[in-house]
């Protein structure tokens, strides 16, 4: 089972894209038809949505990317921007009340016109390099 701990980062300035809360984020989400996929709203400041599944992290990272672009649309956003799942996983001991557990996923969902930009602030290759490669990956959904 593949356990995701979302987070939400826009990076694209636009009145257009609003900020959704936990629940709309989840409600939304699961409306796109993900099959096998279960989110819930977390009520935490930083993690908004869990999502657990049966795929592996890079095939579930892809579908999360493709629903979220679908929700975006349905919405009424033109989605003329990338979407990013930053993930890496939690090996180390967790705390008992911590919302990310050993062999969970901490996601950032970066929506960004400049990913290149985006990624080098804040020093993604660097962060990359200090972890095991199955446990940190980098998936874009390029607008089409």
Do not use: Y
């Not at 970066?110 to 940190?136: C, Q, Y």
Request: aromatic share 6%; charged share 20%; hydrophobic share 40%.
């Amino acid at each position: 089972m593949t356990q995701f701990v979302l987070s939400h980062n826009p990076q694209v300035a636009s009145q257009s894209l609003p900020v959704m809360s936990a629940s709309e984020l989840a409600n939304g989400l699961s409306d796109q038809g993900m099959q096998g996929v279960n989110v819930s709203a977390l009520q935490h400041p930083h993690w908004k949505v869990r999502v657990d599944s049966d795929l592996d992290p890079e095939s579930l990272a892809q579908t999360l990317l493709q629903a979220w672009r679908r929700f975006r649309e349905s919405n009424g956003v033109q989605t003329d921007f990338t979407i990013l799942a930053l993930g890496g996983r939690k090996d180390g001991v967790a705390m008992s009340n911590s919302l990310l557990q050993t062999g969970s996923w901490g996601v950032d969902v970066v929506e960004t016109d400049r990913p290149s930009e985006f990624l080098g602030s804040i020093n993604w290759e660097g962060l990359k390099s200090g972890r095991p490669a199955d446990a940190i990956f980098e998936i874009h959904d390029a607008p089409r």
